[in-house]
């Protein structure tokens, strides 16, 4: 297997931000383990347009303040729920769910997307579905069909299909900023929980602290299947080795260090530095231990069972 640690590919960049894929291509390894990664970058009034995907997945804010519209499947006759997102949040979304994400604060969001892949349109990545704009599924439907449905004229339902101009993601001028109201990130809700500053399970002295979420502690976090992982590494600390029964992936969240997985038969199959902004993957059962290097590290991991 092809595990060194990636970078991911730019997928689309605009005024209003970016965001950024681990392409099974690139990684065959995230097929074989029915993984996925993307990363979402908006900039100061950054808009990505409403869309839905085909994985379940749980996004962790790496930096900034973000707002985001969210209904899930279940809950389509509720009011889309709206929720403030600050660094260190963990905010799982269900498969099929309909979000939209606004930046409101003053610097670059940057979040990211690790997902379970196992019922991926294409192995080893995240397909997204758009509501509106030209790639947006409203575009598509004959101006007819929209106007009957929504019971207006014919006209009015070609504007409707046509003024969204942007693809994916956008910047909102001043004034259209000003219709959306920044949420209450302080404010408690069942969506998120901010496992930065969650109570670690191992803590060590000059050595680093270990913070996991489970389903039993998160409900939604059960619900879309996954588990979620903080490490925190000091100056020339260790990880001691470790192996899950199912395959985990660890996105390098700031620092550097080095990283070493054992596989089948015994064999030394990882043996490399990584550094922010990197993603790797341990396939089940492997071993892996990380260390950091002078400045210390951080990882944010998932493990595809809610176990």
């Given at each position: 297997m092809e595990l060194s640690p990636k970078f991911p590919a730019t997928f689309a960049e605009t005024e209003g931000g970016g965001y950024y894929n681990w392409a099974a291509a690139e990684s065959p390894v995230m097929g074989e383990a029915k993984v996925a990664a993307g990363k979402l970058v908006l900039k100061p009034r950054g808009f990505a347009l409403p869309h839905y995907a085909d994985c379940p997945k749980v996004g962790y804010v790496v930096e900034g303040v973000c707002g985001v519209g969210l209904t899930t499947p279940e809950n389509t006759k509720d009011t889309m729920t709206y929720i403030g997102l600050k660094k260190g949040d963990v905010i799982p979304i269900p498969y099929a769910s309909v979000s939209w994400w606004y930046n409101y604060g003053d610097s670059d969001v940057v979040i990211v997307f690790l997902a379970d892949a196992t019922n991926a349109y294409v192995a080893g990545e995240i397909t997204y579905f758009l509501l509106t704009?030209?790639?947006?599924?409203?575009?598509?439907?004959?101006?007819?069909?929209?106007?009957?449905?929504?019971?207006?004229?014919?006209?009015?339902?070609?504007?409707?299909?046509?003024?969204?101009?942007?693809?994916?993601?956008?910047?909102?001028?001043?004034?259209?900023?000003?219709?959306?109201?920044?949420?209450?990130?302080?404010?408690?809700?069942?969506?998120?929980?901010?496992?930065?500053?969650?109570?670690?399970?191992?803590?060590?002295?000059?050595?680093?602290?270990?913070?996991?979420?489970?389903?039993?502690?998160?409900?939604?976090?059960?619900?879309?299947?996954?588990?979620?992982?903080?490490?925190?590494?000091?100056?020339?600390?260790t990880r001691a080795p470790s192996y899950a029964s199912h395959p985990r992936m660890f996105y390098v969240a700031k620092g550097t260090g080095k990283v070493e997985i054992v596989g089948l038969q015994g064999k030394l199959v990882l043996n490399t530095k990584v550094e922010s902004g990197q993603l790797f993957v341990v396939p089940k059962l492997f071993m892996v231990t990380i260390s950091a290097d002078e400045q210390g590290m951080e990882l944010f991991s998932i493990v595809t069972s809610s176990r």
């Open positions: 704009g030209p790639l947006g599924h409203l575009a598509a439907f004959s101006p007819e069909f929209i106007a009957k449905t929504y019971q207006i004229k014919v006209e009015k339902a070609k504007k409707l299909a046509d003024s969204q101009k942007g693809v994916l993601l956008l910047k909102l001028s001043e004034e259209e900023a000003k219709t959306i109201p920044n949420p209450n990130e302080e404010l408690p809700n069942i969506w998120t929980q901010n496992i930065d500053a969650s109570c670690p399970d191992v803590e060590v002295n000059n050595g680093g602290k270990s913070t996991t979420l489970k389903g039993s502690q998160f409900p939604l976090l059960e619900q879309v299947g996954l588990n979620a992982n903080h490490l925190v590494l000091a100056a020339n600390a």
